[in-house]
């Protein structure tokens, strides 16, 4: 019999990293996105003057998985010929709140990251804090609370004002007023450090430093209290001159609404000339045939099978027959979604699950999503069921942009690119 509390564990929807690099699946040839990894990194390579770059797709799409590839290659190139780089990855929000996110203490966050990634194994070179040595007391006086630097460290006290960020609205707004009128300052002293950092790395062999800042796809959006626009459009267009302006190789997630909004021109432009994709996995063709397709339900069984095997068991000890293959099918094509599942149906019918857990599972998601939507969000619910397509306009697109937030709608990019309902939400189209 398995080991249910072992089973659950293993089957954690969060992201996959090196202490797991085993429950890998390369999900690539079903999700349309072959090589992006490798694209990605080679722009890096190629690229003289620091580039930055944006990655987008549903949440549980896999993007942070492929941001691990990323910073993967870059420090252990398949090709022992590729340069390799010094990679710091910042998951923004486990520093910032969701809620209100600005560039003054993302920009902060930044910094923390790296001297905190570079003090450490195996790099451990030592940064001098230059300007923050003067912008901390300041910070001190706005907060009001110890941010004093001893013996030339910098990882505490802008950890300490991180805290302070994420934890109190108020704070938030103390260390933004303080820096707001010196951004320009702040981004010229970042860059400073980031040179510093350059020139320790090359003597490390190190190509240079790559800054992969994850989880800010995963902003709150909300209206902005003084831009007059949603806070995920104020962060990355209004301010995308900040955002880009890293002396660094960087690397942002962004919201996929973003990705295929009015803007989406814009932030290409910005961010160099391309959005990276990572779009569903396909598990079926696209509507209205919507036939099962057996290539994907099979790398997702792979999937599946390898974390059992982790745990020690069978797929026939962990489902009952059919049970998995129709998780997969309602799952839309959705990694995290799927682990979700069967951690849920484990919860309320044990293992090996059957229909009573996974019917379970089918109800609550249902309800879920019933309790989302809109009248207005129907017709094109019906589109997409029936066309694979959304026709976008300026009345559309703000339902469209919710649509793919919530997950309603889903993405594919096999083939064509189309679209399909969440078989979660399928019963109210």
């Known amino acids: 019999m398995a080991d249910m509390k072992r089973v659950y564990k293993l089957f954690d929807p969060a992201p996959l990293g090196d202490d797991r690099a085993d429950l890998y699946v390369n999900l690539d040839s079903v999700r349309g996105s072959a090589g992006l990894v490798r694209r990605m990194a080679q722009k890096i390579r190629l690229s003289d003057p620091p580039t930055c770059q944006v990655i987008a797709g549903h949440r549980g799409s896999g993007k942070s998985t492929e941001l691990w590839r990323l910073g993967r290659e870059l420090t252990h190139p398949e090709d022992a010929k590729d340069s390799t780089y010094a990679v710091v990855t910042l998951r923004a929000l486990d520093v910032l709140d969701p809620n209100d996110v600005d560039v003054p203490e993302l920009i902060l966050a930044i910094v923390q990251q790296v001297a905190a990634t570079l003090g450490g194994a195996p790099y451990r070179i030592k940064l001098r804090p230059g300007y923050f040595q003067e912008l901390l007391p300041r910070l001190k006086k706005a907060l009001g609370t110890e941010v004093e630097i001893t013996g030339g460290d910098l990882v505490t006290p802008l950890g300490r004002i991180g805290v302070a960020v994420k934890n109190s609205p108020d704070a938030r707004s103390e260390v933004r007023k303080a820096l707001e009128p010196h951004t320009g ?26 800054v ?175 066309t694979g397509n959304v026709t976008r306009s300026n009345e559309t697109e703000p339902l469209l942009r919710d649509l793919l937030q919530n997950r309603t709608v889903l993405l594919y990019m096999n083939d064509d690119e189309w679209y399909d309902v969440n078989p979660a939400a399928r019963g109210v189209v």
Request: with cysteine; proline share 6%.
């Open 212 to 386: 992969i800042v994850d989880d800010l796809d995963k902003m709150i959006t909300r209206p902005h209290t003084e831009a007059g626009c949603p806070t995920t459009e104020y962060l990355f267009v209004h301010r995308s001159a900040q955002l880009t302006g890293l002396a660094c190789h960087m690397v942002y997630s962004i919201p996929i609404e973003l990705a295929y909004s009015c803007h989406e021109p814009t932030i290409r432009q910005r961010y160099g000339g391309v959005i990276h994709m990572v779009p569903m996995t396909k598990v079926t063709t696209p509507p209205p045939d919507r036939a099962p397709y057996e290539e994907g339900i099979t790398l997702l069984t792979d999937l599946v099978g390898k974390r059992a095997e982790a745990a020690g068991a069978a797929l026939d000890d962990l489902f009952q027959d059919g049970t998995l293959r129709e998780m997969i099918l309602f799952s839309g094509g959705q990694p995290s979604e799927l682990m979700t599942m069967i951690r849920e149906a484990m919860i309320a019918d044990g293992l090996p699950i059957g229909q009573a857990g996974l019917r379970r599972c089918i109800t609550e998601s249902e309800r879920g999503y019933a309790r989302l939507l809109m009248e207005e969000h129907k017709p094109l619910l019906k589109e997409a069921a029936e």
């Open 185 to 210: 300052t702040l981004l010229q002293a970042a860059n400073d450090f980031f040179g510093e950092a350059a020139l320790a790395l090359d003597k490390e062999g190190k190509a240079g430093l790559v």
